[in-house]
């Protein structure tokens, strides 16, 4: 496999020479791509010998091969290690000031990045938002490992060793097997908001996150894609067919249109379970001394139970999903079975929620139940991961 190696400047870029050594042992071509800054903790001759490649860190060098998009375009797999706080800047903002920037925006395969720097670094607001953005496009962003740091600090901000961002690297070009090739998938994703008026609405969190992660694996697991996307804020993957809902019943009208012709249906968006009986028509003013207005709800119709029911096409696997806490009436797993068996839909993911997990977040922990709530599959950690299990869970069904 061509593999780039991206190396940025920080202490750990001796760490990338094993990287190196690992990947070459493995039988992978290597082209390693340092910043300007990595050459000053590891010379331009280690990287040559040890990778059997030329080196270059700018855009000006080796013009006549066109570098800045060559060495971009061939790469089946990215790795940038150690990817330090400028690194992750200058990558979520899409500059292209050097090689390896440049060599991120061409690139079109799976890319994984190692960051590796102080903990203050690591914790600050602007490295936060921009490991978010990346994560948000698909870019893999390992967390960095705990412990000791250069000087006599200690905390979150290590490179992982070596051989785990080996193993985590090689996974995502090596796990993906295109079991939904021929397939029409249709994914619902977001949170729906209900009218009060045209200024106002009843809405939810849900980013749409996991919604949209589904789309990407399928997609990238062969199937043909379409999301029904109810006000995300993450980018819609590249490949994917998206139709916009702002409302349940607009949500409801694009997923059974989609459906028709579906293969699997996944209801991941956070559909209200009530609307406002009247939008007005005009904004709703505060009138002084007329006291607080009291808002009449309706119930929305289930889709997903809808769509379990009706089966829009034969042989349609329907998936559903829950967001569960527990409480004293019942266990996560418990609620989630009762679910399972009231909804009708052939399987069910439930979702951990609170104490850190489930809505805004990258961990997750889900159990996912089948109609009859047996347990079928489990997964924890990112959206990423989850979404592959619920696509294993509906290739084993079918
Ligand atoms: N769902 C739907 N239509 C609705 C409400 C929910 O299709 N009007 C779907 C969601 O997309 C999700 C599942 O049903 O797949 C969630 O079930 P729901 O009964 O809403 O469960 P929770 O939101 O977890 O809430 P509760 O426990 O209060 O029932």
Not at 136 to 148: K, T, Y
Not at 178 to 195: I, M, N, Q, Y
Not at 234 to 251: K, M, S
Not at 319 to 340: C, I, N, P, R, Y
């Amino acid at each position: 496999m061509h593999i780039v190696l991206g190396v940025a400047g920080g202490i750990a870029a001796y760490k990338a020479v094993l990287l190196l050594r690992l990947l070459r042992e493995d039988g992978h071509a290597v082209r390693v791509v340092p910043t300007r800054a990595a050459l000053e903790f590891v010379g331009r001759a280690t990287w040559e010998a040890l990778s059997g490649q030329p080196v270059t860190t700018d855009v000006f060098e080796d013009v006549d091969q066109v570098a800045h998009v060559a060495v971009g375009k061939q790469a089946e797999l990215v790795i940038v290690a150690p990817a330090t706080a400028d690194l992750l800047a200058r990558a979520a903002t899409g500059q292209a000031d050097d090689l390896l920037t440049a060599t991120l925006l061409v690139a079109r395969c799976p890319v994984l990045l190692a960051p590796a720097m102080h903990t203050e670094m690591w914790e600050h607001p602007a490295t936060v938002a921009n490991v978010a953005t990346l994560r948000s496009r698909g870019v893999h962003v390992l967390d960095p490992a705990a412990g000791r740091l250069t000087g006599t600090d200690t905390g979150p901000g290590r490179l992982p060793e070596p051989d785990e961002i080996a193993a985590a690297a090689l996974a995502l070009v090596t796990d993906r097997p295109r079991d939904l090739a021929g397939r029409h998938v249709v994914v619902s994703a977001g949170g729906t908001r209900e009218p009060l008026d045209p200024v106002r609405f009843l809405g939810n969190r849900s980013s749409g996150r996991q919604g949209v992660a589904l789309a990407r694996t399928a997609h990238a697991r062969g199937a043909r894609v379409t999301l029904v996307a109810a006000n995300i804020d993450v980018p819609v993957p590249p490949g994917v067919d998206v139709v916009r809902a702002e409302t349940g019943a607009e949500l409801r009208d694009a997923v059974r249109a989609a459906a028709k012709d579906a293969d699997v249906v996944v209801m991941a968006a956070a559909v209200a379970d009530f609307r406002p009986r009247t939008s007005a028509e005009s904004k709703i003013k505060k009138e002084p001394g007329g006291g607080a207005p009291v808002l009449e709800l309706v119930e929305t119709v289930d889709i997903l139970a809808e769509l379990a029911h009706d089966r829009l096409r034969a042989g349609q696997l329907v998936v559903g999903f829950a967001a569960e806490t527990g409480d004293e009436t019942g266990s996560v797993l418990e609620h989630g079975q009762a679910k399972a068996r009231r909804k009708g839909a052939d399987l069910l993911v439930v979702n951990a929620v609170g104490g850190g997990r489930g809505f805004g977040t990258d961990a997750n922990d889900i159990t996912i139940l089948d109609g009859s709530g047996a347990v079928v599959g489990t997964a924890a950690g990112s959206k990423d991961v989850v979404a592959h299990a619920v696509w294993d869970a509906v290739v084993a069904r079918s």
